[in-house]
C-alpha cells in the first residue's frame, strides 16, 4: 500500500469517529453552561431556604393528622403554585393519627448500701404508634438487654419488667445510615419482643450517636400476637447513666409515664404539582419529599429539607425557561413517617391508571452537602449515565450506586419503574434526626442550595436523555 493511500485511509475512517467526538464534546458543553445557568438561579436567587424557614416557623412540626400537618397541606399549594406550577392538586389518602398526649416523663431509682436511695430523671420521647401508660404511669424493675439473642437467653428474666435495650450505633459504619440500619430493629420491633416474655415496658436507647441528651422518636410497630406495652426512646447521656446503673448490678426500677394513643385513621392528602411535559406529557419525572414529621421540633431536615428541593427544582426550571419534555410532578408525600400511606396510595394511584413514571427521584437525608445519587438500576444500566458525574462534581456529587430510592418513591419499584434518591453527607443527620434538634438552625442554606441545583441538574439529563448515555 502506497503512503499516500495509507494516509487517505486514515482519514477516512478516522473521521466518523472524530466526527462523533465533536458532536458529544458540544452536547457536553451544552449541557455543563445549563446546569451551571441553573446553579447560578438557585444560588443567586433561590427560594429553597426562605420556604423552608416559612415551614418550619410558622407551622413547625407536621405529625400526620395534626392540625399543623393540614397547616402544612395549604402551605405546599401555596408554594408550588408561586414556584410557577401549572396544575396544583391533592390526592386523598388514610393515615394513622396518632397523638404524645402530653409530657413524656420517666425517671430511674437505684437503691446503694441496702439503705440509701438515689433518683435520676431521665429524658425521653415516647415511640410514635406507641400506647400509653396513663396518667398514673408504671413502675417496674429495669433489665438490661443488648441484642435480641441476650434477650432469648434471658427471656425467663423478662416478666414484670421494663426492658432497656442499650444498643448503640456501631461506630465503624462511616455511612452512619448503615448505622441507622443495624440499630433500628430495637425500635420498631423491640416492644413486642419484650412483650412475647412478658414485659411491661420498654426503654430504648436513641438511634443516634450525638454528643447531645436529645432523645429521638421514631415509629415502632406492634405484633398483634402479643400484648401492646407503653415503649419510648432515652437521650444518650441518660441511657448511659441507666445502663451504668444497670451494670453495677444494682437494684434498679424505673417509673415511666407517657400519655401517648392512637387514635381512628383520618383523611390527609399527597400535595401534587405539576409542569406539563412538551413532548411526552404521558410520561413523568417525579421530584418529592414527605411534608409530614415528628412533632419534638419543626422537621426542619426531616423532611422539610426535602420538600423545598422539590419545589425549587420545579421553581428554577420554570424561571429559566426549560420546556421539559417529559411532564415534572412534584409530589410532597403524606405519612411517610410513621405508615408510609402517602408512597403508597400514590404508587397505587399510578398503577390504577397505567401512568408511566420515567423517573421518581426523593430527597429524604437533609439539606447537608449533596455526595452522591442511588438509583434503583442494575450496575450495567447504572455505568452508561455515570459520565454524567463529571457535570455533577462542581456542585458536590462525586458518585452513583444502585442502592434503590427513598421510602415513599420505594412502590414505584414493583410496576417496574426506576426510582432514585440524593445522598447527601450524612455525618450530621442523626443529631438531629427526629430530635427536637431538627430546627432551621441546623440546615445551612448553602448546602442546602447545592442539594437543589444537584436534583435539578439531574432531572435536567434524565429529561433530555432517559437512561442512557449523553450522546
Not at 65 to 87: N, R, T
Not at 376 to 398: D, H
Request: hydrophobic fraction near 40%; charged fraction near 20%.
Amino acid at each position: 500500500m502506497s503512503r499516500l493511500l495509507l494516509i487517505s485511509c486514515l482519514v477516512l475512517f478516522s473521521a466518523p469517529a472524530f466526527s462523533q467526538n465533536n458532536v458529544s464534546l458540544n452536547a457536553s458543553l451544552k449541557d455543563s453552561l445549563f446546569i451551571r445557568k441553573l446553579a447560578d438561579e438557585i444560588l443567586v436567587d433561590g427560594h429553597a431556604y426562605s420556604n423552608l424557614q416559612n415551614l418550619t416557623k410558622t407551622i413547625g412540626g407536621r405529625l400526620s393528622g395534626s392540625p399543623q400537618f393540614y397547616q402544612a397541606e395549604v402551605w405546599a399549594q401555596q408554594a408550588l403554585h408561586d414556584a410557577g406550577a401549572e396544575k396544583v392538586y391533592l390526592q386523598a389518602c388514610m393515615v394513622p393519627h396518632w397523638i404524645r398526649g402530653g409530657a413524656d416523663t420517666a425517671a430511674f431509682t437505684t437503691l446503694e448500701n441496702k439503705t440509701l436511695l438515689r433518683t435520676r430523671s431521665l429524658d425521653i420521647l415516647a415511640l410514635g404508634n406507641s400506647k400509653g401508660t396513663g396518667p398514673q404511669g408504671i413502675t417496674a424493675p429495669a433489665l438490661l438487654i443488648h441484642s435480641f439473642d441476650e434477650l432469648q437467653r434471658r427471656k425467663s428474666d423478662v416478666k414484670g419488667k421494663i426492658v432497656f435495650y442499650d444498643y448503640p450505633f456501631n461506630e465503624r459504619y462511616v455511612e452512619t445510615f448503615r448505622a441507622y440500619s443495624d440499630a433500628v430493629p430495637y425500635r420498631v420491633t423491640g416492644p413486642s419482643n419484650a412483650a412475647r416474655y412478658g414485659a411491661v415496658g420498654v426503654l430504648v436507647r436513641s438511634m443516634s450517636s450525638s454528643t447531645d441528651n436529645n432523645p429521638h422518636t421514631g415509629a415502632m410497630n406492634y405484633n398483634d400476637s402479643f400484648p401492646q406495652i407503653p415503649a419510648a426512646a432515652v437521650g444518650l447521656k441518660d441511657a448511659d447513666s441507666l445502663a451504668a446503673a444497670l451494670g453495677k448490678n444494682a437494684q434498679v426500677s424505673v417509673y415511666l409515664r407517657t400519655m401517648a394513643q392512637m387514635l381512628p385513621d383520618t383523611l390527609a392528602h399527597n400535595v401534587i404539582g405539576e409542569l406539563r411535559g412538551s413532548v411526552f406529557p404521558d410520561q413523568v419525572i417525579l421530584i418529592g419529599g414527605h411534608l409530614d414529621s415528628w412533632d419534638p421540633a419543626e422537621g426542619a431536615q426531616d423532611d422539610g429539607a426535602g420538600c423545598v428541593h422539590a419545589i425549587e427544582v420545579l421553581r428554577v426550571l420554570k424561571a429559566v425557561g426549560y420546556k421539559p419534555r417529559h411532564t415534572i410532578r412534584v409530589v410532597l408525600f403524606a405519612n411517610e413517617e410513621n405508615g408510609g400511606r402517602g408512597g403508597k396510595k400514590y404508587a397505587e394511584e399510578v398503577g390504577a391508571k397505567k401512568e408511566k413514571q420515567l423517573f421518581a427521584l426523593e430527597s429524604d437525608a437533609g439539606g447537608f452537602t449533596p455526595r452522591c445519587f442511588s438509583f434503583s438500576l442494575p450496575e450495567a444500566k447504572l455505568a452508561a449515565i455515570r459520565p454524567w458525574i463529571r457535570l455533577l462534581q462542581p456542585y458536590g456529587v462525586y458518585e452513583f450506586t444502585s442502592r434503590g430510592g427513598g421510602a415513599d418513591v420505594t412502590p414505584l419499584v414493583a410496576q417496574g419503574f426506576t426510582v432514585g434518591e440524593l445522598v447527601p453527607d450524612s455525618q450530621r443527620y442523626f443529631d438531629y434526626h427526629h430530635s427536637r434538634a431538627d430546627v432551621l438552625e441546623k440546615v445551612n442554606k448553602r448546602e442546602l442550595e447545592l442539594g437543589a441545583v444537584s436534583m435539578a441538574a439531574l432531572v435536567y439529563l434524565v429529561d433530555k436523555y432517559g437512561f442512557t448515555p449523553s450522546p
